[in-house]
């Protein structure tokens, strides 16, 4: 139980475009998804909380224009990030932790596989 | 602003080997110690720790937490190559409300490595 999804699992775009990067709780529900971002042997930079139903919640230093965060459902929370750059290249990856009563262990954060970016 | 620094930031050893990784955090409002470890993708659970002076163990790996202290061994006994990996300690704040669970912040990483 208490499984994440995220898709794509790598994507490489030209620079400009928009990527979409969804997570996915499949056996779970989940108010809240957290979005992380990591660099090479670094560890992770949370980016920004997203809850269902309410605008997401961004760390400082993460700008909300470029990196959309909608969380559609109780299951659903996808990261779009805009106009994407070089600089954007870098593994994504997202948590979430059910809620109480859900039969999976509560508290305890479980995260996605991960998207790899590539900007060219 | 929470604070969880972890030593040491790397560490090399060969098959057998114990080793002990430590964590130290500063938290407003702890609520709970959470032990990840990472090989190529993304994090996989290891133990979530609440209460002092209570070990987990699960396997050749075991954690234990001092809150006197604000800190958290990692222990791994007899260890093996498979064992190479980067281990990420987190602490999580009691959240507001009583829906969900609040955000998690990240030690910067033990990268192991074992050696045959």
């Known amino acids: 139980g208490a499984v994440v999804s995220q898709h794509p699992s790598r994507v490489i775009c030209k620079s400009g475009t928009s990527v979409k990067i969804e997570c996915r709780s499949l056996d779970f529900q989940a108010t809240t998804m957290f979005w992380y971002r990591q660099f090479p042997k670094q560890s992770l930079m949370l980016m920004a909380t997203s809850n269902e139903g309410s605008k997401a919640t961004y760390e400082q230093g993460v700008e909300k224009d470029k990196f959309l965060i909608n969380h559609a459902s109780l299951t659903l929370s996808t990261l779009t990030v805009t106009s994407a750059h070089p600089e954007d290249s870098s593994f994504y990856i997202c948590?979430?932790?059910?809620?109480?009563?859900?039969?999976?262990?509560?508290?305890?954060?479980?995260f996605g596989p991960g998207t790899r970016l590539l900007v060219l | 602003e929470d604070k969880v620094v972890q030593s040491p930031l790397s560490l090399v050893v060969h098959e057998g080997d114990t080793v002990t990784l430590n964590c130290s955090y500063e938290?407003?409002?702890?609520?709970?110690l959470l032990w990840y470890k990472q090989e190529k993708k993304a994090p996989t659970f290891l133990f979530m720790l609440t209460s002092s002076g209570i070990e987990k163990k699960s396997g050749r790996l075991s954690s234990i937490l001092d809150k006197k202290e604000l800190s958290s061994i990692l222990n791994i006994t007899a260890t093996q190559t498979g064992d190479s990996a980067i281990y990420l300690c987190?602490?999580?704040?009691?959240?507001?409300?009583?829906?969900?669970?609040?955000?998690?912040?990240f030690g910067q990483g033990t990268i192991l490595t074992v050696h045959p």
């Open positions: 948590s979430a932790s059910p809620l109480p009563g859900q039969g999976a262990p509560g508290e305890t954060q479980y």
């Open positions: 987190a602490v999580r704040r009691l959240a507001a409300g009583g829906t969900s669970y609040g955000k998690l912040t």
């Open positions: 938290v407003t409002n702890f609520r709970s």
